[in-house]
């Protein structure tokens, strides 16, 4: 597979934005869960980023395995109250979420919706019938979510403290921030 350089694909509001969530918009709690509101912290100009980014794509949607309330350490609603803070937050710099999915299951139970199988994609692309995964950028911290966007065709960007040359098998690109990639995409 050839490397496409990110200016290379004219990004526009027919594309789709696909984030994880923890790593890639929120600190990662080492070994735990973001159970509630108050264990919630926004990575580096995250906020901003999302808002940024929301202007450039059509569609923006949060996809995140969540498996914290399969061992029932935090509920349904919790996870709902995380989201809409979350979103009321970006949504304060002009930016939105079209939607989030997630998937509440242990890795263990079968059949499954966790990344990185295809679930949440084809179930954003229900909702939101105008989705070409083939327009779509999948933005992640782990190797599951790239296997995830590259089960889907999409254009993979990897979130990682030690950036180096992307291998071009599972990732196009590779940062060490949300905000990063979102500077580059304001050669438009």
Not at 8 to 28: A, M, P, Q, Y
Not at 110 to 121: A, D, E, I, V, Y
Not at 164 to 169: A, F, I, Q, R, V
């Amino acid at each position: 597979m050839s490397i496409l350089k990110i200016e290379e694909l004219h990004i526009d509001e027919t594309w789709t934005l696909f984030l994880d969530r923890d790593g890639v918009i929120n600190k990662r709690l080492v070994d735990d869960y973001v159970k509630d509101w108050s264990e919630f912290e926004f990575l580096e100009d995250v906020p901003k980023s999302v808002a940024n980014l929301s202007k450039v794509f059509g569609i923006v949607v949060v996809v995140t395995n969540q498996q914290g309330i399969g061992k029932k350490l935090m509920s349904e609603d919790d996870l709902t109250n995380i989201h809409n803070n979350m979103h009321d937050e970006i949504q304060k710099l002009g930016g939105k979420i079209d939607k989030f999915y997630h998937c509440p299951k242990l890795k263990t139970e079968k059949p499954n919706c966790r990344k990185p199988l295809p679930t949440m994609g084809l179930k954003a692309k229900e909702d939101f019938p105008q989705i070409d995964f083939q327009k779509s950028i999948m933005v992640g911290d782990s190797i599951s979510d790239m296997e995830f966007g590259q089960s889907l065709g999409m254009f993979n960007v990897f979130i990682t403290p030690n950036p180096s040359e992307p291998d071009g098998k599972l990732t196009h690109f590779q940062t060490t921030k949300l905000c990063d990639f979102t500077s580059i995409l304001q050669y438009k």
